[in-house]
């Protein structure tokens, strides 16, 4: 793989999930993470961090409300007063409601396009900033996003779709100043989300969605890491503007 090496990222909502996984696997390339950690959330940016030692690698957490420009500006800033400089932008965090459409109420909608896409916004202009020698930025889009209805998920799916004509316009901006902007687009990941029985499919419902995926399972949450990891790294140097589908299959079925 690419040398990586000493580069540094800021990854919202990296106490769970595809974040923590992604702090894992920055750490054995050698890449530095601040980890984002979001206050209210049970998670625990702790285990991501003892992940991230394990690996020999280095972090630090920090909290991170992505509501707030204030508070990631602040977050992007931690990895220059840590680590020296930011490399990479990762737009993980993310909050999934269900919601049929006559509850679906102006409050539900703005609640959520401001975590799940305005957030997005947010991470990448704050990392943008900091960033003074290119970078590379990606953020996590999901299939209700771009190619898979869901019922009871709209203001999820647009908020998904949103991202990704951010990510292209942005990317087209950036490019001159040598920074790259892709987008992930997961299917069904194992993860503290899609896990919650109420707003998602819970254990049970992924264990037989799985059975109908082209691989035979649902993705882990490593899986979905790594192809951010690449798509960070200088092995997809001439890759900008793109999103990659990460979903064993499932919406080519
Ligand atoms: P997750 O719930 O483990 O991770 C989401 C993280 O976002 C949590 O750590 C949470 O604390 C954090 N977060 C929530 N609100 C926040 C806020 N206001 N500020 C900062 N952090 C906040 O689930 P995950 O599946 O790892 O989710 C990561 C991303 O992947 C999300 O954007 C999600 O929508 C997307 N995604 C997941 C799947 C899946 O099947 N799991 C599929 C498609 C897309």
Known sequence: M?????????????????????????????????IGT?????????????LVTEAGGQGVIHEVDVRSTASVDAFAERAVQEFGRLDYAIANAGILRNAALAELSDERWTDMLDVDLTGVLRTLRSGAAKMTDG????????????VYGWEEHAHY???????????RSVAVELGPRGIR???VI????????????????????LERAGKDIPWGRVGRPEEVAS?????????????????????GGLTIK
């Open 2 to 34: 690419s040398p990586d090496n000493a580069s540094v990222a800021i990854i919202t909502g990296a106490a769970s999930g595809i974040g923590r996984a992604l702090a894992a696997h920055y750490a054995q390339r050698g890449v530095h993470s601040v």
């Open 186 to 205: 997961p299917g069904l990941i194992e993860t503290p989300q899609s896990l919650d029985p109420v707003n998602s499919l819970g254990p049970e419902g």
């Open 227 to 247: 192809v951010i990891g690449f798509l960070t790294s200088s092995d997809a140097r001439y890759v900008t503007g793109q999103a990659i589908v990460v979903d």
């Open 181 to 183: 902007t892709n987008a």
């Open 135 to 146: 970078g590379a930025m990606v953020a996590v889009s999901s299939i209700a996003g771009g």
């Open 38 to 50: 979001f206050p209210g959330d049970p998670h625990d940016p702790e285990e991501t961090l003892r």
């Open 157 to 167: 799916a647009a908020a998904k779709a949103g991202v990704l004509g951010l990510v």
